[in-house]
């Protein structure tokens, strides 16, 4: 009978099926029916027999109809290939007819039997004959004649006699629910999933357990575990006298499953269907490997178990239950670190808005840093730091960001930029500080100067107004949404050791600050792949002294100027390499142009002119002259340190004085300094002639030895294509991804934001290459500096430090061509080092 037509599937224990063709419901039945759990009789149809039915094909009723007894009412329930693409709601009742009535009502009551009558003809009238569900809005499903009115309206508006025969209403069900599927709505939605676009249905045939009747009847729903902590929990509900979810509904007279307080339970009111339920839910979970939501009835007592589903769940409740199982060793732990989703960690790691809460979204662009706060609009830093002083969180609003402005966002509960991409200034700050961000928010129109922000449905928000920066999704929201908190707790660090243990590519975090060393290190940071110097001097007392540097006549008078920063520095390296203790620390010598540190408007030109007692004139003629067109392009990295090497004197020698006052007599530090945006050898061998120079000196004038690590920042084209040449004279190279794309692109990274998401969305680039490495091109400039560099120097340590260390797909990728570690920002240690472990099992499993 059904086993001989592959289409049309009685579930038994070795019946041939599998997820691939007759989808995951009809599959996870099989493994209940295995079981031997109470399954009603169930015939499957896969993928093609539905597929057909679409297209008009009927498959044989009575091979679909030969397990079933003839006054059987059946369910159809949808089973597609995952169960999270859905598919149409299920159908209950199928074969209530006149005479189905009257058996009914003699074996469970009138009232009950027409209840579900009246219920079928209901959804065989909307999701069947497609007809309006308001024809039945005059009728009073209590009055004696409540059949016949049914009947009638059906026939008045479907000009035919509800049809009273199980093959017609079954295969009416079928053709609906597979047509259903088919439609263009339900295409996109699960497309929007995830499904691809071919994706099949394959449905379920199930005989009803009834749940209403005599004795003790009903129906409900079951998980072991709470689907928004992971926490065991007896969760869900169960309704005497009810079918499907119906238990699930507000304001049903539900029960709890356990004893509560909050009121009467299933396990007072039928004890030993309780235990007995209890004992198939932990066996699904043992044998499914997997927390499982059970759906049930009870029948006179009697249990039946109707389906079995995956537990919904949020991100922290994902960790949870995938590190409880591999604890109660009923999966491996490899295939806990493998069921995580290393993105969907960031849920875990910041706050966010509460997915069930309302959002009104005023604005979109480039989620830069992951998370959601709330706070008043400010649009100065030094707003920021007024209100954080005043306790009040801020959001602050800027059209860009600027180095001026790093306290202003230490301050700030969120920033908001109207230009920008993903490694603009305010991206990479935000992301470093864990500070929620979105950048390149073109939708809505930035009127600064009149301290105001228009929505793109002209909405106006001005300073002191409530917004919420969801960094997560790039949306603005008005006002505060329901937040969930962070939820970094023992399962999360348990799966990241086990994570650990199968990782075989390093992380490392970009850390400027001793606060971002220690966030590092609490994410378990290997060691600091990047220290951006610079950052320390935009601290207020640093920067004074900065600007005498850059105001100094001639280099004798620089130095001078330079001693005032030399202590700071070092005791910043102190600081670092003590919190570090013996973890590498990877010191990026000063990288910026130096206009950045100068003052733009007015104001701030006649402070300085105060501050360094000099003539506004000569103040604004000197900012003038350190102008350039193209910055980013210009005096900047190495380029400084051959031209005004005194800077880079000073680094090197805070940097080897820090390590002789770090290191112990058995724990020596060795510091690792980078050279940043070379391109020609010959700038290494005059940095390292210089810093190997200092480096003597000190030793010379402490007495005492110590090692440090030269290196190379790979992050102009040219120093990937000379790579050969430029490794021999250097340790390591660490690819900086953010300028060699902005280059390799020949696209300011500042000011991608603007064309990004038209770009995408045309499908000219596949994604945003600042944010996800493109393999084909910078890629290429990878894979020749990794192993032109290994030519000529086969001990060479190679990493990314660019902001894609922290991506998944680049990570899979700088392993895959061989690069030592990935750093990235601290916040996005976790997903970096939970992605690096699923590469190295996914290998291992092939
Ligand atoms: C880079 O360019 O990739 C990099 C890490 O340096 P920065 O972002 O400081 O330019
Ligand atoms: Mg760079």
Redesign the pocket.
């Known amino acids: 009978m059904q086993q001989s037509d592959p289409h049309i599937t009685l579930i038994t224990p070795d019946a041939p099926m599998s997820a691939a063709t007759h989808g995951g419901r009809a599959k996870c039945l099989q493994r209940l029916v295995r079981l031997d759990l109470p399954v009603p009789k169930t015939v499957a149809l896969s993928f093609d027999a539905v597929h057909g039915l679409a297209a008009g094909d009927v498959p044989d009723m009575t091979s679909v109809l030969a397990a079933f007894s003839e006054s059987q009412l059946l369910c159809v329930r949808p089973s597609s290939e995952d169960p999270d693409w859905g598919g149409p709601g299920a159908i209950l009742n199928i074969g209530m007819n006149d005479m189905r009535l009257s058996e009914l009502s003699d074996s469970i009551g009138a009232e009950a039997a027409t209840k579900l009558y009246l219920k079928f003809i209901q959804s065989y009238s909307i999701h069947v004959a497609r007809l309006d569900p308001d024809i039945f809005d005059d009728l009073d499903s209590g009055a004696p004649d409540a059949v016949s009115d049914f009947l009638a309206a059906y026939e008045d508006e479907a000009e035919e006699a509800f049809p009273q025969d199980l093959d017609t209403q079954l295969a009416g069900v079928l053709r609906s629910m597979a047509r259903a599927w088919e439609g263009t709505t339900a295409r996109l939605l699960r497309q929007a999933k995830g499904a691809p676009a071919d994706a099949g249905l394959g449905l379920v045939i199930q005989a009803m357990a009834l749940g209403v009747g005599r004795g003790e009847s009903g129906s409900g729903v079951l998980q072991l575990v709470n689907s928004d902590t992971g926490l065991r929990q007896f969760t869900g509900r169960y309704l005497s006298q009810s079918q499907g979810r119906d238990a699930l509904q507000t304001g049903a007279a539900a029960l709890f499953l356990q004893k509560d307080d909050r009121g009467p339970s299933l396990e007072e009111k039928a004890p030993a269907a309780f235990a007995q339920l209890t004992e198939h839910a932990a066996l699904m979970r043992r044998k499914l490997r997997e927390e499982m939501q059970c759906e049930f009835t009870l029948e006179n007592g009697e249990i039946c178990i109707l389906d079995g589903v995956r537990v919904q769940r949020s991100a922290r409740a994902a960790v949870r239950i995938a590190v409880s199982l591999a604890e109660d060793k009923i999966i491996p732990r490899e295939e806990a670190v493998m069921r995580i989703e290393p993105r969907a960690l960031n849920e875990l790691l910041h706050r966010q808005v509460d997915p069930e809460a309302e959002r009104d979204v005023v604005g979109t662009g480039i989620g830069a840093s992951p998370g959601a706060a709330t706070g008043k609009i400010v649009f100065t830093a030094a707003e920021a730091q007024a209100s954080a002083a005043r306790g009040e969180a801020c959001v602050l609003v800027r059209r860009e960001t600027n180095p001026e402005d790093i306290r202003g966002m230490h301050a700030a509960s969120a920033a908001l930029t109207e230009r920008g991409g993903m490694t603009s200034h305010a991206a990479v700050i935000g992301r470093g500080l864990g500070l929620p961000c979105v950048v390149g928010a073109t939708s809505m129109r930035f009127q600064t100067r009149k301290k105001r922000i228009v929505a793109a449905d002209g909405r106006i928000f001005k300073e002191g107004d409530v917004i919420t920066v969801d960094g997560t999704n790039g949306q603005i929201l008005g006002g505060e949404p329901r937040m969930l908190e962070a939820a970094l707790d023992d399962s999360f660090q348990t799966l990241m050791d086990w994570a650990d243990e199968s990782r075989d590519i390093g992380v490392r975090a970009n850390a400027d600050t001793p606060a971002d060393a220690r966030t590092a290190l609490a994410f378990q940071a290997e060691g600091i792949g990047l220290c951006r110097t610079e950052h320390m001097f935009f601290e207020a007392d640093q920067l004074i002294a900065m600007r005498e540097v850059i105001f100094a006549n001639g280099p004798e008078d620089r130095s001078v100027a330079l001693q005032a920063l030399l202590p700071m520095q070092r005791d910043m390296f102190v600081e670092l390499f003590e919190l570090m203790a013996g973890r590498p620390l990877c010191i990026r010598l000063f ?1 910026p142009p130096l206009h950045e540190f100068l003052p733009t408007d007015r104001s701030g030109l006649r402070d300085l002119a105060e501050a360094l007692n000099l003539p506004l004139s000569d103040v604004t003629r000197r900012v003038e002259a350190l102008v350039e067109y193209n910055p980013m392009l210009g005096m900047r ?1 190495v380029r400084l340190g051959i031209t005004v090497p005194e800077i880079l004197d000073m680094q090197a020698r805070a940097i080897f004085e820090a390590t002789l006052d770090s290191c112990g007599e058995n724990d020596p530090v060795v510091p690792e300094i980078m050279i ?2 070379v391109s020609a050898k010959r700038e290494v061998e005059l940095v390292k002639t210089r810093i190997d120079a200092i480096a003597a000196a000190v030793k010379t004038e402490r007495g005492r030895e110590f090692e440090y690590r030269l290196g190379v ?1 790979v ?1 102009t084209p040219r120093a990937a294509l000379r790579a050969e040449d430029i490794a021999p004279h250097c340790e390591f190279f660490s690819f ?1 991804t ?3 794309t ?1 280059m390799t692109y020949g696209l300011s990274r500042d000011d991608a934001g603007r064309f990004m998401s038209p770009y995408v969305q045309q499908g000219v680039f596949p994604e945003d290459p600042f944010h996800t490495l493109d393999q084909e091109g910078v890629g290429e400039l990878l894979r020749l500096g990794a192993e032109r560099g290994r030519r000529a120097q086969p001990n060479l340590t190679l990493s990314v430090c ?1 902001e894609h260390g922290g991506s998944p797909e680049s990570i899979a990728f700088c392993r895959e061509i061989g690069l030592d570690y990935v750093s990235c920002s601290p916040f996005r240690v976790p997903v970096a080092r939970l992605a690096a472990a699923q590469l190295a099992i996914s290998d291992k499993l092939q």
Do not use: S, V, W, Y
């Open positions: 990288d990295g940043p945006l920042m992050e900086g953010n300028d060699l902005q660019g």
